[in-house]
Nanobody, 116 residues
Framework: QVQLVESGGGLVQPGGSLRLSCTTS????????MGWYRQAPGKERELVAR???????DYSDSVKGRFTISRDNIKNTVYLQMNSLKPEDTAVYYC??????????WGQGTQVTVSS
């Protein structure tokens, strides 16, 4: 069983930065993707950024050039550096690790609010 613990959310002004962290409870030796999704009130959960096994990264068009996803294998942690934040980035952000269809794990979510 894999558990994901997220941290780093909070309130920030437009144009500001935050870094989200997601630490897994154990070492994951193989996975298909590790990444971040978000869900705003009244909207469906959407992909923000993910790392595909092998190192390829995917980003939502709305965050390209502003957000960066990275992974620290030694610390079993995935990061999401968010710069130039906008009010429309306000959402609950969820960490995800997808190993296969039977092993798809989610964190508890962390709130990010961008407001002046």
């Amino acid at each position: 069983q894999v558990q994901l613990v997220e941290s780093g959310g909070g309130l920030v002004q437009p144009g500001g930065s935050l870094r989200l962290s997601c630490t897994t409870s154990g070492t994951i030796f193989s996975f298909y993707s590790m990444g971040w999704y978000r869900q705003a009130p009244g909207k469906e959960r959407e992909l923000v950024a993910r790392i595909i096994s092998g190192g390829h990264t995917d980003y939502s068009d709305s965050v390209k050039g502003r957000f960066t996803i990275s992974r620290d294998n030694i610390k079993n942690t995935v990061y999401l550096q968010m710069n130039s934040l906008k009010p429309e980035d306000t959402a609950v952000y969820y960490c995800n690790v997808y190993i296969n269809s039977a092993r798809n794990y989610w964190g508890q979510g962390t709130q990010v609010t961008v407001s002046s």
